[in-house]
């Protein structure tokens, strides 16, 4: 809303609005820029207050692949916490980048070029302002995805800052893109990896923290748990990082598409996203990092464009965010990518959440009141702290049955160990089904849901 | 569309519900190979105990869908006893069912060109309930195991099938090579 707008005519990006509303529009308006320029007050403009409800189905008609059948029935598309789908205007605003647009990007000197390059870094602010960076610019750096973002912190931060004995705290629930880079990193530099555990009831047991974040360089965890749904308190872990003198990583690919976020308010130094898990194309993350700590760093893919100058014994890196972009970037994604956080805002991220929050606490008691004690949901039970991923036990059916049977109902749910198995082993289980939530679903996705269980329970009963 | 009920058949619930041959054999004699799919986490665990050139005993633990479980089930009544020979004339049967499209071009070269099985497993019927002019493989000669064949049509769930079939391979791969050591 008013804050995304005022990134694109920030000073020193003058036309900046008009180049991508130019881009857009000749498509015929899509539907979001329809919604925010002609019709003011409607139900996603403006809506981001507490309670008011999200009209589901005027944001489901935006979502050409909801309208897709599948198997003779209406898509229930419970899986966008492994990827959600993306509304009309996105696709809308990356044909238009290729159509009118497009070019290489901090190389061309001719109109299309420097359009170009004025969308790309436009993309780079507004997805600063979404999180709240002190300094849009210059802290934001596009990745392939929010993986690539850890590994550039491992990489180029961890090689650079870290050495032999060193400590770093993580948790449990990490999806495997924040532990695997840490087991490498651990295992070439010989690190300490020390781990803040679950408890009973699904949340980090945090009276070890003070003991564990000791003497640590790093400590890193997730915003919000991709299995389990669990938003740890990730404010007092910073804290309490800090206090001990390391820096903090957040892995926030669940929870930036889903909250409120602002990086201020989290207290990290670090924050890892991916696009296609908010709307946005597959192909682009970020991270977001420090000014200071950014600029201290040394770059992470070498190449072209990440470069100041380049002699045959030598090379002198480009300044912060450049020096971490090797390569052409991903354009059309960065501009795909703004698209969708235009599209969120206009919903209102507090809308957001409290529209998942309702539905999860729905989901909850629907499920339950269909399928009784028979359905386990391995998470925290109702909403305080928690997000809209369930991750379900029904009965002893294996995981990837119910999601072959769900399937038939045009069900779509993820089975699997989700990249977390240390958590699964904690949890006793090699895998879930796990159905999570987004803007576009209503109860009537939870109700085909628990019908669909049903069945499933029939068939192998 | 392929119906659910290819999938999962009585036979193949039936071997799931009650799984035979379950259990574990003292190692050694016995040989034990675990197989993972390491896209969902199911794990068939084969202990192998070969006697000679004899397959004589057979033992199947280990955790997963009901398709890797039940073709694990399956497998061990198919094979339990039989000379190695034909332990891996079963199993190069039962994985030719698994691959109809390659097994198709290899051995039947005219049918080669229609692919409809293999472009997503979704358009083809003809292979459902027994059109033998369609299957390279005798199904006869697979007895129960021709239950599994369903499975073709559902592509990701194949490697839940093979899972148990590729350890056992492994486990009499290693019982042949080591006592051509000894």
């Known amino acids: 809303m008013a804050h995304v707008k005022s990134t694109i005519q920030e000073p020193g990006q003058p036309q900046g ?48 692949l909801l309208a897709r059948q599948v198997h003779g029935r209406r898509l229930v598309y419970l899986d966008s916490a492994a990827s959600s789908q993306r509304p009309r205007a996105v696709l809308q605003a990356m044909d238009a980048y290729y159509e009118t647009t497009h070019a290489n990007v901090h190389r061309g000197v001719y109109a299309i070029a420097e ?24 802290e934001v750096v596009f990745t392939k995805n929010a993986t690539e973002a850890v590994n550039l912190v491992a990489f180029s931060w961890g090689r650079a800052n870290l050495k032999p004995g060193d400590a770093i705290v993580l948790t449990e629930m990490e999806h495997h893109s924040n532990l695997v880079p840490w087991l490498v990193l651990a295992a070439d530099l010989g690190l300490e990896l020390r781990y803040l555990r ?24 997730t915003v919000m748990s991709n299995v389990l749904g669990t938003i740890p308190p990730f404010a007092s872990i910073a804290e309490a990082a800090h206090s001990a003198g390391a820096v903090v ?9 889903h909250h409120v976020t602002d990086v201020g308010s989290l207290g990290c130094d670090f924050l890892a996203f991916s696009s296609h898990k908010m709307l946005g194309p597959t192909g682009i993350g970020v991270l977001w990092g420090r000014e200071d700590l950014l600029d201290a760093m040394p770059p992470f893919m070498t190449g072209g464009g990440m470069i100041r100058d380049v002699k045959l014994d030598g090379f002198v890196p480009d300044e912060t965010p450049g020096k971490f972009e090797a390569g052409t970037p991903p354009i059309a994604e960065a501009i795909g990518l703004a698209e969708a956080i235009r599209y969120l805002t ?16 729905y989901a909850e008691e629907a499920l339950a009141g269909t399928l009784g004690a028979d359905l386990r949901i391995l998470g925290p039970a109702g ?42 082993r904690r949890l006793g289980v090699s895998a879930t089904a796990r159905a999570s939530l987004y803007v576009y679903n209503d109860e009537s996705d939870v109700d085909a849901l628990a019908e669909a269980l049903g069945k499933a329970g029939s068939l192998f009963g | 569309m392929p119906a659910l ?41 084969v202990y192998a105990e070969v006697d000679g050139d004899k397959l004589a005993d057979i033992r199947i633990s280990g955790q997963g869908c009901s398709i890797s479980q039940s073709s694990a089930s399956l497998m061990s009544t198919a094979v339990k006893g039989l000379p190695l020979g034909e332990v891996r004339e079963v199993i190069r049967t039962f994985k030719s069912m698994m691959s109809l499209h390659e097994a198709a071009i290899d051995e039947h070269g005219d049918h080669g060109g229609e692919d409809g099985e293999h472009a997503s497993g979704t358009s083809g019927d003809s292979s459902g309930e027994g059109g033998p002019g369609e ?29 148990a079939w590729n350890t056992l391979v492994q486990a009499i791969d290693e019982a042949e090579s080591s006592s051509g050591e000894e």
Not at chain 1, 22 to 42: D, F, I, K, M
Not at chain 1, 249 to 257: M, R
Not at chain 1, 395 to 414: K, M
């Open chain 2, 135 to 163: 299957e390279p493989v005798d199904l006869e000669k697979l007895g129960e195991l021709a239950a599994l064949q369903g499975v073709v049509k559902f592509p990701v769930r194949i490697k839940c099938a093979t899972l």
């Open chain 1, 346 to 361: 206009d919903i209102g991220m507090t809308s957001v959440e409290h529209h998942e929050s309702h539905l999860t606490a």
């Open chain 1, 198 to 221: 679950m408890d009973d009831s699904y949340r980090l047991d945090l009276s070890s923290l003070d003991r564990l974040v000791e003497g640590a360089k790093l400590v890193t965890c």
């Open chain 1, 115 to 138: 359009e170009a390059d004025r969308l790309y870094e436009q993309a780079r602010v507004t997805v600063g302002h979404f999180i709240g960076a002190p300094h849009p610019a210059r």
């Open chain 1, 17 to 64: 609005a008009s180049s991508l509303q130019g881009a857009s529009s000749p498509q015929g308006a899509s539907s979001l820029q329809g919604a925010s320029s002609l019709q003011g007050a409607s139900s996603l403009q403006g809506a981001d207050a507490p309670g008011r409800r999200l009209d589901v189905d005027r944001i489901r008609s935006d979502f050409p």
């Open chain 2, 5 to 45: 009920e290819d999938l999962y058949r009585e036979i193949i619930l039936d071997h799931y519900r009650s799984p035979r041959n379950r259990g574990e054999l003292a190692v050694p004699p016995a040989r034990r190979v675990e197989g993972f799919n390491p896209l969902c986490g199911d794990e068939v665990v």
């Open chain 1, 383 to 424: 909403t305080v702290a928690r997000g809209g991923v369930l991750s379900l036990a029904y009965r002893d059916i294996h995981p990837h049955d119910l999601a072959q049977v769900l399937d038939e109902s045009g069900v779509c749910i993820r089975a699997g160990h989700h990249c977390a198995k240390p958590l699964m």
């Open chain 1, 249 to 257: 990583l957040a892995d926030g690919a669940q929870s930036v598409p």
